[in-house]
């Protein structure tokens, strides 16, 4: 069967503090380039400062790791050494709505580091994300349409902008935000550009090649209800692996586990809300490079129930990173 939705596109990990978070995964092993902070002068004649939000990758050929947060007011200076500043530019008649929609990201983020920090951004990476758009409204399921965004990058074969075609899904509560669910922001984006994503750093210490599951924490009495909710997202039926659901992708997977359960799958973990995200996999090319690595940089590693190494939530920002050797072809 053809799906509109096919694997994962990116995680987000939401941080306080970015220069931390930058060492934190360089020490992981995986390579970041540095973050790109918007820029603008806070009265005439100002020198211009970052503000909004910020964020960087840590890329894969088909997906990537998100790290993001925002400039807390009064704390412009304590960003990374080596952050790219960007002066925001757009037309005049473009720059109120530019400036709302980076104050509503900012608000976002901040709003999810109330909760926790930690992961609370998935998307998920579609082939034909107007399909996608359709079939969800067919299932009733809210979202607020399909949204563009463009962007410049360097490639091999010269500059090139970057489409970026993406939808948020609503929540059915009362009260909250467009573009937000219980656990955070889910959402579809179109599948990346092979060219525009290989021009990125794709090799990293580590050996990590792709993000290939995510792991949603749940009340155990709100399991079939969140199952039911992500069958309507993903348009596809869970399987039942012991006390879990699960929702296979295309090399990678969606995992929802009871909280009474959580810490028999990742010994010593706990959600630090319901639901939440709790732990992202990144498949590796060599595990056993892979644990030498973290040793040596001195990480606290477990094993999951079904023994792939992890770096516990508590060492890592508020999110377990699991490693897993990727299987051949």
Sequence with gaps: MDYDIVNLHHVGHIVNDMSEALTLYRRLGFVLPPPSYPTMAPRQGAAPVPFGAANT?????????????????????????????????????LMPRLLERISNTSASLATYLDRFEGLHILMFSSPDI?????RLSAAGVRHGGVNTVQRPVETKSGAR??????????????????G????????????????IQSARRLDHPNGAVDLVEVMLCVARADLT????????????????????RVFNLEGARLTLVPDSDLATLLPGERP??????????????????????????????NRTASGDTFVPAAAALGTAIIFREATAG
């Design 57 to 93: 990758h840590a890329d894969f050929p088909r997906s990537f790791v998100e790290l993001a947060t925002y400039v807390k007011e009064g704390h412009s200076d304590r960003i990374p050494s080596d952050a790219k500043l960007v002066p925001l530019q757009a037309p005049a008649e």
């Design 225 to 244: 209800t969140v199952q039911a909710r992500y069958e309507n997202y993903l348009g596809r039926p869970a399987r039942t692996d012991g006390p879990s």
């Design 272 to 301: 630090a809300a319901l639901p939440a995200f709790v732990a992202y996999t990144v498949a590796v090319r060599d595990i056993s490079v892979t644990r030498n690595l973290l040793r040596d940089n001195g990480f606290p590693l």
């Design 130 to 134: 107007d399909a996608a758009a359709t």
């Design 180 to 195: 937000t669910v219980a656990e955070g922001r889910v959402g579809v984006v179109a599948a990346l550009d092979p060219e």
């Design 161 to 178: 902008m970057e489409l970026v075609r993406y939808l948020e899904l609503d929540s059915d509560e009362p009260g909250t935000k467009p």
